[in-house]
């Protein structure tokens, strides 16, 4: 069964700081991974689109990264901002059209 | 950019009747959305895959005669929860992949309408 985990489910950081989420999926065939950003009670906003030679794809503060050997992609958030704070997701498609959805973490930026 | 409409963006019934969410997709053209239904703090669930000009597929434990899906042009499809109860209360989103356009090829999410049954 094709699979997204994302990880850690929450964090907490403080305003200013960088931060890492995790994604490893077990979809196969890939296609493309993608990150989006859902702010409460918003629909998810796309952040990076990701195909298999893509190794490094960044969008402003926000890096995403792949590594199609070991299925992991990573998103880097830089110079955290208290807007940051939202939920991150991580949608892998496989194929044409069937995508498989992380459960998201949870970001948490204090003041 | 590509921009994806639902509406309402909030609607609150009574228990027993039927409310109607629309799924517009305004500069590109969508052979294809999707529906999905999320719970408080959790991920997206996919509910059905709504193709234009014929039946949409639903996924597994999706009552297709309580969720009734349209697709009836290449711009916008429709989601109508039937005889609504509070079980049905919740956050529903649309998104459209686009086919035309210089936005080709990607997926775009609606804004949500959050649906409270009373």
């Known amino acids: 069964k094709n699979q997204v985990e994302q990880s850690p489910q929450s964090l907490i950081i403080l305003e200013g700081k960088n931060c890492t989420l995790q994604?490893?999926?077990?979809?196969?065939?890939?296609?493309?991974l993608r990150w989006y950003k859902q702010d409460t009670g918003r629909g998810p906003v796309s952040l990076t689109i990701?195909?298999?030679?893509?190794n490094t794809k960044s969008n402003g503060r926000y890096t995403a990264t792949l590594d199609a050997d070991t299925k992991q992609s990573s998103l880097h958030i830089t110079a955290s901002q208290l807007s940051d704070s939202a939920s991150y997701i991580c949608?892998?498609?496989?194929?044409?059209?069937?995508?498989?959805f992380g459960k998201g973490t949870m970001l948490l930026v204090s003041p | 950019g590509a921009v994806v409409s639902q509406h309402p963006s909030r609607v609150i019934c009574k228990s027993g009747t039927s409310v109607k969410i629309e799924c517009r997709s305004l500069?590109?053209?969508?052979?294809?959305m999707f529906w999905y239904r999320q719970f408080p703090k959790k991920s997206l669930m996919l509910m059905a895959t709504?193709?234009?000009?014929?039946?949409?597929?639903?996924e597994q434990g999706v009552e297709k005669d309580k969720f009734l899906i349209n697709h009836a042009s290449l711009t916008l499809s429709t989601l109508t929860v039937t005889s609504a109860h509070p079980e049905d209360s919740s956050f529903y989103i649309c998104?459209?992949?686009?086919?035309?356009?210089?936005?080709?090829?990607?997926?775009?999410f609606g804004e949500g309408s959050r649906l409270t049954v009373l």
């Open positions: 998104s459209a992949r686009a086919e035309t356009g210089g936005h080709t090829g990607e997926l775009f």
């Open positions: 994604c490893n999926y077990t979809v196969s065939p890939f296609s493309n």
């Open positions: 990701m195909t298999f030679s893509e």
């Open positions: 949608v892998v498609m496989e194929g044409y059209s069937t995508l498989t």
């Open positions: 500069d590109f053209q969508a052979t294809t």
């Open positions: 709504s193709n234009e000009g014929s039946k949409a597929t639903y």
